[in-house]
């Protein structure tokens, strides 16, 4: 029987100009493929529009706009697939798509999932040793945490049958994504296959992106999925959900401490202000913390409110001022009163359970060209039970910022994470030892002691890791074909 197109191909890219349209011809030309899914990461070499100039309804491109990681990118495209089966493919030609019959005939047999090795006794250029030490290193460990036995835990040649996927939420962003995976599979208990296939392995020279932090990547993530390191690594759905209710109350006393913060509001209006167009949109104003500042940048402010209390707080504070509007209701409530220059969102977005939707709202809330500022707390990691108690559905990383803001058709300007610090106090006080971290005497000592120094800190230094993220996009002038 002739081979069918059956086949999602998942191709995450980053900085591959030279190859990715021979890539793409190689793949198109399988048998096997029914789309292609490619995921720019941030390519600064025109990559993306190489892959959209290839003149083929199968294939569809995605941007970040940033670098983030080929789990993000894999992530990503594992949400958009729709054919039966998924093959990943790199977008160098280390692996060839005429392997891709050898990796799916096992799944049309009983297999679930099929992972390549290059280690099999198959033809292939050889390996840097360094390359193959790190390899069979992190091989060796992954074998023992999840009891599989396979050859090449970091092939990036793999198979799966959909639904598998639909079973996995993939959390680490970078190279870290291979071994996930594989533990991830083998936790399911889903049936594995490994097959040997060719490979013509690129040098450093040559483009190729693992390193040596990739390898340490690797391990650490070898350790987060193995038995103990889940258990340390405790889920967020381990926390008792609350209503919005309960929630609205426990936040009252939070938002008023805030009141009190002028430091770190000062802060993250400052960072905010060079985005800000003329009409501006608060969405989830609060008790009107960052609203003062923002009326004194604005030429008109609506300020939003989902919560009745909030919302009568906010008509008392602005009574009688002609330059701010206080809705009641969500983003496509204050929709209405638009289209705005510019929107905010403080510590708002993580309470909605469905942030992409809510997100789409207000992109459609913005004028072509204008720009959202979104500040939301940073990992999950820090998730505590405070979190639960004022309503939390999440916490972000760099990635699932952008991803979340990518997806509901924005594009980036920058991201970055704020105040290290804090990161390190909310570990300890909200997490381990389970404490309120906005008190009042402890949040009012933060504020004036801490926070000037951080904001004249990272003024000069972008932080690798903090507490809260501040995403700046845009709505394009034009929406993408």
Known sequence: MAPVPCASIVIPCYDEAPTIKAVLERVLASPYTAEVIVVDDGSTDGSAALARSVDDPRVRVFEHGLNI??????????????????IVQDADLEYDPAIYKQLLEPLFDDADVVFGSRFAPQPHRVLYFRHSLANKCITFLSDGVTNLNLSDVMSGAKAFRHEVLESIEVEQDRFGVEPELVAKVAAGRWRVFEVGI??????????????????IGSLLAVFRYSRLGTRLAKPRETFEAVTFSSADVELAEALDSLDDAGNYADWIVELIAPHLGPRVLEVGAG?????????????????????ARSADLLRERFAGDPKVSVVEGDIATAAAHGPFDSAVMVNVLEHIPDDIGALRDLHDAIAPGGTAAIYVPAY??????????????????????????????????SVRYLSLPGALAWLVVARLLGRQPTNPRIAGLYDRVAIPVLRRVEARWEMPAGQSLLAIARRPLEAAD
């Open 198 to 215: 060719p490979y013509e392995g690129r040098s450093y020279a040559e483009g190729k992106k693992a390193t040596w932090t990739a390898a």
């Open 69 to 86: 990681g080929k789990g993000a990118c894999l992530r990503r495209a594992f949400r958009e697939v729709t054919a039966p089966y998924v």
């Open 380 to 413: 999950e990691v820090l998730y505590s039970d405070f979190d639960r108690r004022i309503g939390h559905c999440r916490r972000y990383r760099r990635s699932t910022i952008v991803q979340a803001l990518t997806t509901a058709g924005f594009e980036m300007v």
């Open 287 to 307: 008790h009107g913390t960052m609203s003062v500042r923002l009326r004194d940048l604005a030429a008109s402010l609506t300020a939003t409110e989902l919560s």
